[in-house]
């Protein structure tokens, strides 16, 4: 008869202890806007007709009087209107006229929406060094980009890159902040981590 004798190292394994009471309220309810040009809108008129059969915005409702819309250009930029009156849901009126590179069928519009995320939450007082990591959710739908700017369906997006002010701009570690006596952004961990991966920022 053959003795096998194993012998395990004392490893130490990280544990997780849930926290009570999470809820995460948002600064503003009103959501982000992507549309795109439907048939009719014409070129020089400041009349725009939304596309109602496809997209996540499919008629006017969230969009209000006095509202940027950015529309995409044919030449892959994007160029801000100030919206002036609803028509009805399937039309819009902007300030300017619209130039050609504009009123081209399927060009998008967005309208971002950008809202600050409390956090709050009861964490266990017998976790002793206690790290959190909060993951808001993103998209990882196929041609969504949660890291471009351009409101998604799937969920948040983190912003467009560096130098972009405003509605849209990137999330920094700065924007983060813990109200708690003697935390500090980078107290909560070794490193703020803002990313958007698999479905999470």
């Known amino acids: 008869m053959s003795l096998f004798l194993l012998i395990f190292p004392n490893v130490k394994t990280s544990q997780g202890t849930p926290s009570t009471n999470v809820k995460n309220t948002l600064s503003s309810s009103q959501l982000s806007y992507f549309a795109r040009i439907g048939t009719g809108t014409t070129a020089g008129d400041n009349l725009v007709k939304i596309n109602t059969a496809a997209n996540p915005s499919r008629t006017t409702n969230n969009?209000?009087?006095?509202?940027?819309?950015?529309?995409?250009?044919?030449?892959?930029?994007?160029?801000?209107?100030?919206?002036?009156?609803?028509?009805?849901?399937?039309?819009?009126?902007?300030?300017?006229?619209?130039?050609?590179?504009n009123a081209v069928v399927g060009s998008y519009i967005i309208a971002t929406r950008s809202a600050q995320h409390v956090v709050t939450f009861t964490p266990q007082s017998t976790v002793a060094g206690g790290k959190w990591q909060i993951l808001i959710k993103a998209t990882n739908k196929a041609g969504e980009n949660a890291l471009d700017g351009i409101p998604d369906q799937e969920g948040f997006d983190i912003g467009a890159g560096v130098g972009v002010t405003g509605p849209g701009a990137r999330l920094r570690d700065t924007d983060v902040s813990c109200p708690w006596s003697g935390m500090t952004v980078s107290g909560i961990g070794t490193t703020v981590g803002i990313v958007a991966a698999n479905g999470t920022t």
Do not use: K, M, R, W
């Not at 950015?70 to 009805?88: E, K, L, P």
């Open 63 to 101: 969009l209000f009087e006095g509202d940027t819309v950015c529309i995409a250009d044919s030449g892959g930029g994007c160029d801000n209107f100030s919206v002036t009156d609803i028509g009805n849901t399937a039309y819009f009126q902007i300030s300017t006229p619209l130039p050609a590179v």
